[in-house]
């Protein structure tokens, strides 16, 4: 049953949206992590301004005889810096002070909390900005340090608390507004970018891989790559490339299983011919003159060798993967099970040396003797007159089983298609199916089949076996 197209998702839903948010909030994160910093420095900036304005403010009571001015000069010197009063740091030493004058109001109110910025660090003015932006109410400070134009000259400015506290608000929201404008063209501008250079590739390769699946065969849908280097060309290249390999296996599945069906039809009224021919043979090697009854066994066997292909040729596209019944049992009991299938030779059964050591495998019994037995008769039927089984050793999983035997070894061409069906066999005449079906055997198991080498002296295939369960069957116990 083939699933459902899924439709590409909306725009409010796609990887662009979401591109486009996530860089607001990360340029915003950014934004809060200076946030703090910047709010205590426009802090420091605002007091140390108070101070530079007091200091004018002193300087102009310095050019005034006997550095006194009438209270309502005083008062307007004291408005323009914003301050309840001006005075140099250290009274006690007036006499050695650039400034010797005071301004203040005829009534100052009570101080409520001193600030000497020489002695904060960066922590502390952080802190402070903070607590001035959240405190509620309006306190009177008085602010310690040194003029900013005059590094000399220190004094204390008795100044209010909530016009420091509505800057600092003015200055925080002034702040998120130009941080929320940065945000937004920055997301714009990586939105643009990456729409152009990521996200619309993306998506077109998105929409190429829908309409592939919806119609595989049609040649149209293959995807055609660009001439981009990056890895966007790197995966339009690929995908294109396995599009294109998935249509021609599509291709010849169908025409593999069109030659499926007729060979299936045809194979039975095939199979009745060769049998009838197969009679008529033996009737004529029979009755038929000398030379006649010397040449019939060949057709005979022409005839049998015929028979078996159909036989085989059917068998394996009915089967497909082997049904599987997985037991533990002793490898040593299956191989003479093997050896006693084989038929003698000049009155000698077939030499096969078990050295398996009392190997237990779990594995289907039935179908593993299928597949020793397809390896031993095609070492037989090569010249080979010796098999030996071995447990080889360093399986890292499960266990590997070694099959060697001493005939001439097989033809270049045949190592090139070893395990193609009708086309890997390594003698005159056959199928190939026989390793074909060997190979499907052992990969059903979970373990695989495979050519270890092969020379003038023998050949050796390997088999590897799981140990446990596969696919989470159950093995059971082997009671034979």
């Not at 459902?4 to 796609?14: M, Y």
């Not at 292909?309 to 599987?324: I, K």
């Not at 059964?349 to 020793?372: C, K, M, N, S, W």
């Not at 066999?425 to 050519?451: K, N, V, W």
Request: net charge neutral; proline share 6%.
């Amino acid at each position: 049953m083939n699933r459902p197209i899924l439709p590409l998702p909306p725009l409010a839903r796609s990887l662009s949206a979401r591109l486009f948010v996530l860089t607001v909030a990360f340029v915003m994160l950014s934004e809060v992590l200076i946030f703090v910093p910047s709010l205590a420095h426009f802090r420091m900036s605002y007091l140390e301004d108070k101070l530079a304005a007091g200091t004018l403010a002193l300087l102009a009571l310095e050019a005034t005889p006997d550095n006194m001015v009438s209270q309502e000069l005083a008062d307007q010197l004291l408005h323009n810096v914003g301050a309840f009063s001006a005075m140099p740091e250290d009274m006690g030493r007036l006499s050695s002070s650039k400034l010797k004058g005071v301004l203040a109001l005829e009534m100052p109110p009570e101080v409520q909390r001193v600030v000497d910025l020489r002695a904060e660090s960066p922590i502390d003015q952080m802190r402070a900005a903070l607590m001035v932006l959240f405190r509620r109410g309006d306190r009177v400070m008085m602010v310690i340090g040194q003029s900013p134009h005059e590094p000399d000259i220190a004094l204390d400015v008795t100044l209010p608390e909530r016009p420091l506290r509505e800057a600092m608000i003015a200055f925080a929201r002034n702040l998120f507004q130009i941080s929320l404008i940065i945000s937004a063209m920055t997301a714009a501008l990586l939105y643009v970018t990456l729409q152009w250079l990521l996200v619309r590739p993306m998506r077109q390769l998105s929409e190429n891989m829908i309409a592939f699946r919806m119609d595989p065969e049609d040649a149209s849908r293959v995807i055609r790559p660009g001439r981009r280097r990056d890895e966007i060309g790197v995966a339009q290249r690929e995908l294109a490339h396995m599009q294109e390999a998935v249509r021609r296996a599509i291709g010849q599945h169908a025409r593999l299983a069109a030659l499926g069906t007729a060979v299936t039809k045809v194979n039975h009224d095939l199979r009745n011919m060769l049998s009838t021919a197969l009679v008529v043979s033996d009737r004529i090697a029979e009755t038929g003159t000398p030379e006649i009854r010397r040449m019939a066994p060949a057709l005979v066997n022409a005839i049998e060798r015929a028979t078996k292909l159909c036989t085989g040729t059917l068998a394996y596209t009915r089967e497909g993967a082997p049904p599987l019944t997985l037991v533990r049992f002793p490898l040593s009991p299956l191989i003479e099970e093997v050896a006693a299938a084989l038929p003698e030779r000049d009155g000698q059964p077939f030499a096969i040396e078990d050295e398996t050591h009392g190997a237990v495998v779990g594995a289907d019994r039935d179908q593993l003797y299928r597949l020793l037995l397809n390896l031993v008769r095609n070492a037989a039927e090569s010249g080979a007159e010796h098999v030996r089984f071995q447990v080889a050793p360093g399986a890292v999983r499960g266990i590997a089983i070694d099959i060697a035997d001493d005939g001439p070894g097989l033809a270049p061409k045949a190592r090139e298609n070893l395990f193609k069906p009708f086309a890997g066999s390594a003698r005159p005449g056959g199928t190939g199916l026989g390793l074909a079906i060997g190979r499907e055997i052992a990969r059903a198991h979970g373990g695989d089949l495979m050519l270890v080498e092969s020379a003038g002296t023998g050949t050796m295939f390997r088999l590897t076996l799981p140990q446990g369960s596969v696919e989470g069957a159950a093995v059971s116990e082997f009671a034979g």
